[in-house]
């Protein structure tokens, strides 16, 4: 799939991007209601709050949950870039062909962090991207090339910036006074501003997978999962239910 999204313009496979969001936001409400606990439906506040927590990065305290539409713009972005500069190089008609959708990535991708009338000079995606499209296969703007992995990449910079957005928004929300009331207390922003500054929402989901040591096994996945969800859930909360067996 992010093949795919990195090789197709977004703007034709949209059905694709928006049913890989929902089907993984899908799985995610599934695993946090396991069938041996009661459900207890949140408020649709709470429900945007924890949303916007789980997109963001594990670095700024979230949970690394990054949805593809955000992401499809940059994806494709990137491959052209990378493609454009790279030993094959675009011929004259494959810019002419690629630059309608090239150019409609980027001005989504301008859109997506809130200058939808183009880059603005100090903003971080000028490391990347030109200030015009028509400029996007030439000049030294395609810094996402596999010869040098640590020049800057389109993707991580729109994430940074849509993560660096999104938490400042949790936080004005968490310290505005006006915000507080029947399903967010003083508590509920405590411990979400708590959560975020100590960088530690899920230190499951902070271990570098690249080590073999941090990596389970299907079947010891399976095992470990079928156990807990056979294990008393008397405390989970006052109407949690006790697993059959």
Not at 20 to 39: F, K, M, Q, W
Not at 110 to 132: F, H, M, N, T, Y
Request: proline residues 7%; aromatic residues 4%; glycine residues 8%.
């Amino acid at each position: 799939l992010l093949y795919k999204v990195r090789v197709i313009p977004p703007v034709k496979i949209p059905k694709l991007i928006t049913s890989s969001d929902r089907i993984i936001e899908d799985g995610l409400n599934r695993a946090a209601r396991p069938d041996t606990v009661v459900h207890q439906e949140p408020s649709p506040e709470r429900a945007a709050r924890a949303n916007d927590i789980r997109r963001l990065q594990a670095k700024l305290g979230g949970g690394g949950v990054h949805l593809l539409s955000e992401m499809a713009a940059a994806m494709y972005l990137g491959a052209v870039l990378a493609v454009a500069s790279g030993v094959g190089r675009l011929r004259r008609t494959e810019r002419a062909q690629l630059s309608h959708y090239a150019t409609h990535s980027y001005m989504a991708i301008c859109a997506l962090v809130g200058s939808p009338e183009g880059i603005k000079p100090e903003s971080r995606l000028r490391q990347c991207l030109p200030p015009d499209p028509e400029l996007l296969s030439r000049g030294p703007f395609a810094l996402s090339t596999y010869e040098n992995p640590s020049r800057c990449k389109v993707l991580a910079v729109v994430t940074e910036i849509l993560g660096q957005r999104r938490l400042a928004r949790i936080e004005d929300y968490c310290t505005n006074k006006s915000s507080f009331n029947a399903s967010f207390s003083k508590a509920d922003a405590v411990w979400i501003l708590g959560m975020l500054r100590g960088r530690a929402m899920n230190r499951i989901g902070l271990a570098p997978i690249g080590l073999q040591m941090n990596r389970l096994s299907p079947v010891d996945f399976t095992t470990a999962v079928a156990l807990w969800l056979n294990l008393p859930q008397g405390t989970a909360s006052a109407t949690a239910a006790v697993a059959p067996g």
